[in-house]
Nanobody, 122 residues
Framework: QVQLVESGGGLVQAGGSLRLSCAGSGRIFNNYAMGWFRQAPGKERENVATITWNGGSTYYADSVKGRFTISRDNAMNTMYLQMNSLKPEDTAVYYC???????????????WGQGTQVTVSS
């Protein structure tokens, strides 16, 4: 049973923007911290951004800080990742996830989305 569904990926030129969305159930959005991960071919999955359940605290990986913004709308059961000034090295499959914060990052993941491809051309 699919619990989280991402959308918004695609092909964009370097310097462009994309906004990813992650939709899920109220049970997830009312109870979990959430985050975005990405995985490029041959690389480990990376936690790029995390947000607490009420949106009060966020975390960004150094590689995306100042360019990406994570947000959530619990009333709409949707989380977003606004990605600006995209670089070719941002190319990856992006996954949304729900879990528990471990330090500032997201761990103990209970739910994963199926992933959405983001490709940034140079």
């Amino acid at each position: 049973q699919v619990q989280l569904v991402e959308s918004g990926g695609g092909l964009v030129q370097a310097g462009g923007s994309l906004r990813l969305s992650c939709a899920g159930s109220g049970r997830i959005f009312n109870n979990y911290a959430m985050g975005w991960f990405r995985q490029a071919p041959g690389k480990e999955r990376e936690n790029v951004a995390t947000i607490t359940w009420n949106g009060g605290s966020t975390y960004y990986a150094d590689s995306v800080k100042g360019r990406f913004t994570i947000s959530r709308d619990n009333a709409m059961n949707t989380m977003y990742l606004q990605m600006n000034s995209l670089k070719p090295e941002d190319t990856a499959v992006y996954y949304c996830a729900a879990g528990i914060r471990v330090g500032q990052q997201l761990g103990n993941i209970d739910y994963w989305g199926q992933g959405t491809q983001v490709t940034v051309s140079s």
